[in-house]
């Protein structure tokens, strides 16, 4: 950087402070020196009208802005600029990976039918070019997208070749990423072993790469879940909550509780009581951040917490909620599951 400074290089400023900023997001999760850095690089490329650095400083503005904020209006207007860079420059490839990333940001703010459409251009562009990094991540964000919907089996196929594709050549986020959905989605389907292994897949690959903690964190909590559930001899039961408590990434606050709250609930029904604390704080956590396919969820676990109490009526309500917030969502899959099971309460 000080060598950079002093002979002008403009482009290696960019670069440098790009590399930093990523350093500091997905290591540290240090945001307030991420954005520091990663602003800068903007703020030079721009001035110096460097393409391929305003491309790269772009694309990690936007996922810095999805991941650490919940600010997933700057995180789509980042990554649509980095998009249409990649576009203009003819990059295929690149066009691909933008708008697989762009997907990712649609699914957590719920916009499904955008994730869809979005993942699907990304599969596209990137079966036409045959470049093997940009399938990776289109075939493993294709699956998050079917997932999203509710069309499980599907999902499992992209995400599986996805995962595949990238553990080949080290794509080591994505692939991580992918595992994370692999792990709900077989804790879904009540498949807890595939889950276990999933989760722990994720959680070995970041931590030997010091990567994303806040997802270890929740990697770790879905692993005792999923154990529990399995009558798994010899957890500790009482250690998950702890990783709940730790600073984590604002894009898993909510995530986190949820899975705390159905641990609790699977633990004892002496336990119901605190597992509403727990599904409440999710909720807040998930509405306020604008994590509406998450807030859907929250409000199903809710439902089934009064149908351990017996509440009927509550939990037509909670389930109620949740069809309404999963049909916002377009997430016609988990509209179908959740009104069959409104049908079976009636």
Known sequence: MDLAKEKGYKKQLSLINTILGQYYFFSEENYSNA?????????????????????LANYWLGL???YSK????????YLKKSTEICIAANSTWGASTNKSTLAQIYYYSGSVNSCFQTSEEALNMAE???????????????????????????AITYLLKGTKLCESINVL??????????????????????????????????????????????????????????DYMGIKALSFKKNAHKKNMTLVEGWIRKIVAEILLTIDD???????????????????????????RD????????????????AKDKLNAAVEIFKECGADGWVDKYERELAELS
């Open 35 to 55: 954005f520091l850095h990663l602003n800068e690089a903007l703020r030079i490329s721009e001035e110096s009208n460097d393409i391929a650095s305003m491309l």
């Open 299 to 314: 409000y199903a676990l809710y439902a089934e917490l009064f149908k351990r109490k017996d509440d009927v009526s509550q």
């Open 128 to 154: 036409e070019t045959e470049d093997i990094y940009s399938k990776a991540i289109a075939y493993t964000m294709h699956g998050v997208s079917f997932y999203g919907k509710g069309f499980l089996k599907e």
């Open 270 to 296: 002496r336990n119901i009581s605190e597992a509403e604390d727990w599904i409440n704080k999710a909720i807040e956590k998930d509405n306020q951040n604008g994590m509406n396919l998450h807030l859907a």
């Open 173 to 230: 986020v994505w692939n991580g990423f992918g595992h994370i959905i692999l792990g709900e989605l077989y804790f879904e389907i009540e498949d807890y072993q595939k889950s276990i292994d999933h989760f722990s897949r994720t959680i070995s690959i970041f931590e030997h790469n010091r990567l994303l903690p806040s997802y270890v964190n929740l990697c770790k909590t879905g692993v005792v879940r999923a154990k529990l559930n399995s």
């Open 64 to 66: 810095a802005c999805g």
């Open 70 to 77: 919940c600010d997933f209006s700057n995180g789509e207007y």
